[in-house]
């Protein structure tokens, strides 16, 4: 059965950093690019960031570029997401998602299976 | 960057009925198009994929249909289960993009 489960999340002030991991079982992890999505209290789903199966490619939203860093170990089946110079408006809940198919990381950007979402409040 | 506009956002129906919902492009992201099912409390789960192949298990009274800016997803006759959120992702360019989704709800 495939499970992806978040974790990290905490409470964090502004400026402050914070690293959410995924850990990811039940498939051949090394094999399938994965991604962060955030959903802010209320709000839809935003996309953060993609990681090619390798972790040679990744792809940032505007939003958290330059400041958010994903990475993965694929010898620990691990997603990680490292957040620095946080703000409030990155408070949300964030998702690790498994891409829909192995191998390339060219086409079809989308996502068969979502963890439970690790909860990220940047308050003072 | 690729804007995904939802409507409606609030689509109220009677079980039984059918519901439809749209999903517009800014551009045009070919059949590069999925949409996601959400309920409270929960993690969201995909529908559809390429504009209208459906996920695994996904019944059939889901339906996804159009191309380049149009899109639309159709619940033939909804089941209580069905009242949830549904966005519509685009894959074709980066950034990727979510719409700002449709809350289906019993009427």
């Known amino acids: 059965e495939v499970q992806v489960l978040e974790s990290g999340g905490d409470l964090v002030q502004p400026g402050g950093s914070l690293r959410l991991s995924c850990a990811a079982s039940?498939?051949?992890?090394?094999?399938?690019?994965m991604s962060w999505v955030r959903q802010a209290p209320g709000k839809g789903l935003e996309w953060v960031s993609s990681?090619?199966?390798?972790?040679?490619?990744?792809y940032y939203a505007d939003s958290v570029k330059g400041r958010f860093t994903i990475s993965r170990d694929n010898s620990q089946n691990t997603l990680y997401l490292q957040m620095n110079s946080l703000r409030d408006e990155d408070t949300a809940v964030y998702f690790c998602?498994?891409?829909?198919?192995?191998?390339?990381?060219?086409?079809?950007?989308?996502?068969?299976?979502w963890g439970h979402g690790t909860l990220v409040t940047v308050s003072s | 960057e690729v804007l995904m506009t939802q409507s409606p956002a609030t689509l109220s129906v009677s079980p039984g009925e059918r519901a439809t919902l749209s999903c517009r492009a800014s551009?045009?992201?070919?059949?590069?198009l999925a949409w996601y099912q959400q309920k409270p409390g929960q993690t969201p789960r995909l529908l559809i994929y390429?504009?209208?192949t459906r996920a695994t298990s996904v019944p059939a009274r889901f339906s996804g249909s159009g191309s380049g800016t149009e899109f639309i997803l159709t619940i033939s006759s909804l089941q209580s289960e069905d009242f949830a959120v549904y966005y519509c992702?685009?894959?074709?360019?980066?950034?990727?993009?979510f719409g700002g989704g449709t809350k289906v709800e019993i009427k």
């Open positions: 998602a498994k891409y829909y198919e192995s191998g390339s990381f060219y086409l079809n950007h989308f996502f068969d299976y």
């Open positions: 039940g498939f051949t992890f090394s094999t399938y690019g």
């Open positions: 990681i090619s199966h390798s972790g040679a490619s990744a």
């Open positions: 551009q045009s992201v070919g059949s590069n």
């Open positions: 390429g504009a209208s």
């Open positions: 992702q685009q894959y074709h360019l980066w950034p990727l993009s």
